[in-house]
């Protein structure tokens, strides 16, 4: 029973504590958080539709949970935000380069044929549009 009271104690100093530190908040602090929550949500739209149509093709429920549509954006902006850090470190400086994007996923076999894929695709789509602004001209 000794060892009961002293954690009932704490409980209920970290409460009245928790709830000074809110009492006590400046009505600034509370409106900066409010706009980080809104902000926040301006971020998580960027590829929210991509990733519901994504998830869907991926054997989802054409409309998910907006938690885990939330979850994979979040996942989505870190491992962007990761790769783009570690290309602007060991590239160029300030200065973001699809090389060095390729030398940074040059062990993951699936990324880097991925990559490869894509750009080879991307080289063909340029010429088939210049040939076709050739031809109308």
Excluded: W
Aim: proline content about 3%; hydrophobic content about 35%.
């Amino acid at each position: 029973m000794a060892e009961g009271v002293p954690m009932q104690g704490n409980q209920a100093t970290y409460v009245d504590s928790h709830s000074e530190e809110e009492d006590s908040k400046p009505e600034g602090v509370e409106r900066e958080s409010t706009s980080e929550a809104s902000g926040t949500d301006t971020k998580k739209r960027i590829f929210s539709k991509e990733l519901r149509c994504m998830m869907y093709g991926f054997g989802d429920d054409q409309n998910p949970y907006a938690e885990s549509v939330e979850l994979l954006e979040d996942l989505v902006l870190d491992f962007i935000t990761q790769i783009t850090l570690k290309a602007i470190e060991i590239g160029r400086p300030g200065r973001v380069q699809v090389e060095d994007i390729i030398f940074l996923i040059r062990k993951d076999a699936r990324k880097y044929s991925r990559v490869r894929e894509l750009l080879m695709m991307n080289e063909e789509l340029k010429k088939a549009r210049k040939a076709f602004d050739e031809a109308i001209y």
